[in-house]
């Protein structure tokens, strides 16, 4: 529920905010967001210092209380894998539920705000997703992060954001964006399938604002960071084509991976949340870069 008085925008009041994470693809988003609010903000990272910006205070993963007690804790970082739900890999229990723990036990008083992920639903039975949807087999990385919920539900104020496909500059090459981006250079886009499985994507800057207004409001519940409208793989292909013209789409094989939609209405309701980039604009775009 929204307590008003919860609300950090009292004139004089400057938001002391720690992200965890922020040398990430999301978290530099959030940091710089952060940063353009005038908010005091830490910056937690292992490594790469040079990728955060230069007015955020650096804080070493290993001593984040050495920040002062924060407003809000960000917990953007995590520990990707798309092994099976058999495997657990020490990195990716580490990010994604000991790294958790260790931030809800150091930091009781502070509203904390962890990044999620659409994989904890594994392959759903029906469309669209909400909150509430259950879960049907996630990969362990959807387990981990599930995991990770649950521990940041026992902290006395948080907001837990499920985040579907995020995309833009800096995300990872090996994901289906830049992997067809880069074959429409080519000449030919080679879809499995007959390109009809869709996705919800999101733009890493839309997401960022979305963190940062939870950060803001404080309101404890768990909320879907979607754009709120799926696109096939082929539109997705379409639009790569009107920026990169004389390009080829090809079909070939099966594609038996789960299409994702997913119902925002909760998320549009709570917060203030509109998403400034369509996905058509925002693939188009990164597929000029």
């Not at 994507?201 to 404890?220: C, F, G, K, P």
Request: include cysteine.
């Amino acid at each position: 529920m929204r307590n008003d008085d919860e609300i950090l925008n009292n004139i004089g009041h400057v938001m002391k905010v720690l992200i965890i994470g922020a040398n990430g693809f999301l978290g530099r988003e959030i940091t710089s967001g952060a940063l353009l609010r005038k908010w005091d903000v830490g910056a937690v990272l292992h490594r790469h210092k040079h990728e955060v910006p230069p007015d955020a205070s650096i804080v070493e993963m290993e001593n984040p209380g050495l920040f002062s007690v924060p407003d809000t804790v960000i917990l953007a970082a995590a520990a990707i894998s798309n092994s099976g739900v058999t495997a657990w890999p020490d990195a990716m229990r580490e990010g994604n539920i000991g790294l958790v723990l260790k931030t809800v036990e150091q930091f009781p008083e502070s509203h904390i705000v962890f990044c999620s992920s659409v994989s904890v639903y594994g392959s759903p039975m029906a469309l669209p997703l909400t909150e509430n949807s259950p879960y049907c087999q996630p990969t362990a990385y959807g387990l981990t992060k599930l995991a990770g919920e649950t521990i940041v539900g026992t902290s006395r104020t948080h907001t837990i954001i499920r985040f579907s496909s995020l995309y833009g500059r800096g995300m990872s090459r090996e994901t289906f964006l830049p992997r067809i981006i880069e074959a429409a250079r080519t000449g030919i886009i080679t879809l499995l399938g007959d390109g009809s499985r869709r996705q919800d994507y999101l733009h890493v800057s839309d997401a960022a604002t979305l963190v940062l207004q939870a950060a803001e409001r404080r309101i404890t519940g768990c909320y879907l960071g979607a754009y709120g409208r799926s696109l096939s793989n082929r539109a997705v292909a379409d639009a790569v084509c009107k920026a990169l013209p004389n390009v080829k789409v090809l079909t070939a094989g099966v594609d038996d991976s789960t299409s994702l939609e997913f119902d925002t209405s909760k998320t549009r309701g709570a917060f203030p949340f509109t998403p400034a980039l369509s996905p058509e604009r925002g693939i188009a775009a990164l597929a000029h870069v």
